[in-house]
């Protein structure tokens, strides 16, 4: 989710417009996989709840912004997902996700459209900065109190930097 969160936060529709009809496809498609994942991942925690626990090492109001702070990210890439498919179903044309999945039955609300377009890049951008955030915090977890709150996050791969 990292990688695509990354692409969504530096490349907007209109960069990928004046690069050409490829690179508008493969945003498309990214915004497809980026959504499923968002999905999946809110469906899990409705189903199992929440996958992480602070840890014994976390003490006072650090351990208690923990599940806040989780649950704040979860919700916020379903909210993401949610406001995109109103921008298609506020849309005066039916916009396709992933270029073969179409989004919602347009509707033609244009003052709407540009309402829920707002919302969602606020959102969008807020919710970066919670993940920018959220990644500081289990950095300084990692160098400050030596727990593997990094190991836990990142591909076994990339443990033996960690």
């Known amino acids: ?5 990354v692409w969504f936060l530096t490349v907007q529709p209109r960069d990928v417009g004046r690069w050409g009809p490829f690179w508008v496809d493969l945003h498309s ?4 996989i980026f959504v499923t994942g968002a999905l999946i991942w809110t469906g899990d925690l409705l189903w199992r709840g929440l996958a992480s626990q602070p840890g014994p090492k976390l003490r006072g109001w650090l351990r208690a912004i923990h599940r ?5 990210l ?5 909210g993401v997902a949610l ?10 044309r039916l916009l396709f996700a992933g270029t073969i999945l ?15 377009g707002l ?11 919670v993940a920018a955030f959220h990644a500081g915090f289990h950095i300084w977890r990692h160098v400050r109190l030596r727990d593997n709150a990094l190991r836990i996050m ?3 791969a990339l443990h033996r930097f960690l």
């Open 1 to 5: 989710m990292l990688p695509l969160f």
């Open 29 to 32: 498609v990214f915004g497809l």
């Open 68 to 72: 806040p702070l989780h649950l704040i």
């Open 74 to 78: 979860i919700w916020g890439l379903f």
């Open 83 to 92: 406001t995109g498919f109103l921008l298609g179903l506020t849309s005066s």
């Open 102 to 116: 179409p989004i919602a039955p347009p509707l033609g609300l244009p003052a709407a459209n540009d309402w829920v």
């Open 119 to 129: 919302v969602h890049s606020v959102e969008f951008y807020a919710l970066g900065a």
């Open 154 to 156: 990142a591909p076994k």
